[in-house]
């Protein structure tokens, strides 16, 4: 079984794995979403090692709010559940996905919807400024140029040990992961 919750707004819902953090999927609707997390869970599977095995299941609903239409942003009772050290360990290999795709694609990117038309380096620089802004939900305050193994370091830390409880652990390590592996794919589907 896999645990799944819906955060669901006007237009957009989201489908999240509870606890495999970056399997979390977009779609205009409930069943939209739920369809298109399934339709990930073996790309899920090939970039970061980690099969999802069983049915979905939907064990809760949030309902949304206007960041629901580009990312899942509000945290459920689920995410008072300790974070186990697979799930942090899952972080990583996201992070891992990402830099070996920076390594592989192209610096030019095909411009199309998705994304708003950005290069490698801008998506790249996007990321990293996001991380730097999700740690301090948790209590990991990084100053900006800080380098971006530094950065992951502190991230990481404060995960396992968190100062601040804006966000709880585990759902900072589902957005985390999430955002990461979101745009890896974007890299990997647009490049030349």
């Not at 509870?18 to 779609?27: E, S, V």
């Not at 689920?78 to 360990?89: F, G, R």
């Not at 966000?167 to 745009?183: N, Q, T």
Request: proline share 5%; charged share 30%; aromatic share 8%.
């Amino acid at each position: 079984m896999n645990r799944v919750y819906l955060e669901v707004e006007r237009s957009w819902a989201f489908a999240c794995a509870i606890d495999h953090p970056g399997w979390q999927r977009r779609g205009k609707g409930e069943a939209a979403a739920l369809e298109e997390l399934e339709s990930y869970r073996q790309r899920y599977a090939d970039s970061t090692g980690t099969a999802p095995r069983g049915e979905l299941q939907v064990v809760g609903t949030l309902h949304g709010d206007m960041s629901t239409a580009w990312a899942p942003s509000l945290q459920g009772s689920w995410d008072a559940e300790p974070l186990s050290s697979k799930e942090i360990q899952l972080v990583k290999v996201c992070w891992d996905v990402l830099d070996r795709t920076v390594g592989s694609v192209s610096a030019e990117l095909r411009k199309g919807p998705r994304g708003g038309g950005r290069d490698r380096e801008q998506i790249v620089d996007h990321v990293r400024e996001a991380e730097r802004s999700y740690g301090r939900k948790i209590g990991a305050r990084v100053p900006p140029r800080t380098p971006w193994e530094d950065q992951r370091a502190e991230i990481l830390e404060r995960l396992a040990e968190p100062t601040h409880d804006a966000w709880l652990p585990k759902y900072a390590a589902r957005r985390i992961a999430w955002h990461v592996l979101d745009h890896a794919w974007e890299m990997q589907d647009k490049t030349l």
